[in-house]
Structure formats: structure tokens, C-alpha cells
T-cell receptor, first 115, second 113 residues
Framework: AQSVTQLDSQVPVFEEAPVELRCNYSSSVSVYLFWYVQYPNQGLQLLLKYLSGSTLVKGINGFEAEFNKSQTSFHLRKPSVHISDTAEYFCAVSEVNTGFQKLVFGTGTRLLVSP | EAGVAQSPRYKIIEKRQSVAFWCNPISGHATLYWYQQILGQGPKLLIQFQNNGVVDDSQLPKDRFSAERLKGVDSTLKIQPAKLEDSAVYLC???????????FGQGTRLTVV
């Protein structure tokens, strides 16, 4: 069974500063990796995904993430954050080649961007 | 393109009462999911449908939760009777078969008092 660890429950950062949200996963099989964002009282929106190919994945809103198989990590980064990036961010994994997507989510990291 | 529609947005019920949530997925999406998101936690998959068949319901508390997708489109999730620990946001999501991108609705926030 897969599991996802997001060690940072909350990350405060100033506007225009860089940010990294950490994600580590555990699985006995190959996985696909995802980052979702959840704004207050909203559903989840896909930021980016890693299925195969280049380990550096670019997503929406200027976010990117790097898949590191040896460290079983998929950290999310943004070089310069905006106030509007304040939200909850969830890392998720799904087993490869099951034919169906069964997402296992981490507990989330709240990004707080202040002026 | 219309997104995943869910209703109601909010629901408050007393324990031991019953409640039902409705979901209308994106047109053409054969796969439909129901997730439970308890405050401070990530979403947890309750049940997954492929058309009107159940793919995975291993984490659905079947003594009180039920779900159906009779015509392979809309779905309802029911809780009967509700417990205090069922207070959560219930998220519906859908995707095309074989893709790895699920689209989520805004969710239904359930409070059991």
C-alpha cells in the first residue's frame, strides 16, 4: 500500500519569496505523483502531475516539482509566491498501470503568504 | 466546460439522522469517485465507480454508508444513521477512463451535531 508524508503542516512565507513544499512517498510499486491545491471552501484543483519522462514537471500558476526516485520525494517549488497562492496543498500518489486512478493523499500543507 | 456539480453545499443534521449527497460528473467521464475529507486531513477515497459498476469500495463503511450510480452518470452517497465522526467534507470527482487527472467538485460540508 502507498502512503504520502507531508512533514510541514504550515509554511509561512513573504510575498515574492521562493517556497518549497515537501512531499515524500512510500510504495512497493511504481507510482504516479500529483500535487493538488485547495482554496478555501473549494474543491481540489490539479497543479501538476508526474507520469513519466522528465523528472522536472511544470504546472499551472508558475509551480514546478521534481521527482526524485532514490529519495522517494516529489517536492513542490515556486520561485516567487503571490498573496493569491495562499491555500492548502496536497501531494498524492497513484499506483501505475492499475487502469484506474486511486489517489492516496497526504495530510496537506497550508501555505500562508503575507505582504 | 461545466465542472463537477455537487449538492447541497452545506448540511447540518443530528446524529442518527440520515443524509444524502448528489453528484453530477463532467459529461463523458465514466469514472466517478467519492472522497471524505475530515478537517485537517487529506481526502480519503470512499468509493470508485466505472460507469455504473463499483471498482473499489474497500474503505466505505458499509454498515452506514451506501452509494449508487444507477445510469452511469449521476451518483448519490447516503449515510444512515449518521455519527458525529462523519462530520467532514464529501468530495465528488470524475475522470475519463484510463487517464490520471481527476476533476473535483466543490464538496458538501456535513456537520453532525
Amino acid at each position: 500500500a502507498q502512503s504520502v508524508t507531508q512533514l510541514d503542516s504550515q509554511v509561512p512565507v513573504f510575498e515574492e519569496a521562493p517556497v518549497e513544499l515537501r512531499c515524500n512517498y512510500s510504495s512497493s510499486v511504481s507510482v504516479y505523483l500529483f500535487w493538488y491545491v485547495q482554496y478555501p471552501n473549494q474543491g481540489l484543483q490539479l497543479l501538476l502531475k508526474y507520469l513519466s519522462g522528465s523528472t522536472l514537471v511544470k504546472g499551472i500558476n508558475g509551480f514546478e516539482a521534481e521527482f526524485n526516485k532514490s529519495q522517494t520525494s516529489f517536492h513542490l517549488r515556486k520561485p516567487s509566491v503571490h498573496i493569491s497562492d495562499t491555500a492548502e496543498y496536497f501531494c498524492a500518489v497513484s499506483e501505475v498501470n492499475t487502469g484506474f486512478q486511486k489517489l492516496v493523499f497526504g495530510t496537506g500543507t497550508r501555505l500562508l503568504v503575507s505582504p | 466546460e461545466a465542472g463537477v456539480a455537487q449538492s447541497p453545499r452545506y448540511k447540518i443534521i443530528e446524529k442518527r439522522q440520515s443524509v444524502a449527497f448528489w453528484c453530477n460528473p463532467i459529461s463523458g467521464h465514466a469514472t466517478l469517485y467519492w472522497y471524505q475529507q475530515i478537517l485537517g486531513q487529506g481526502p480519503k477515497l470512499l468509493i470508485q465507480f466505472q460507469n455504473n459498476g463499483v471498482v473499489d469500495d474497500s474503505q466505505l463503511p458499509k454498515d452506514r454508508f451506501s452509494a449508487e450510480r444507477l445510469k452511469g452518470v449521476d451518483s448519490t452517497l447516503k449515510i444512515q444513521p449518521a455519527k458525529l465522526e462523519d462530520s467532514a467534507v464529501y468530495l465528488c470527482a470524475s475522470s475519463f477512463t484510463g487517464t490520471y487527472e481527476a476533476f473535483f467538485g466543490q464538496g458538501t460540508r456535513l456537520t453532525v451535531v
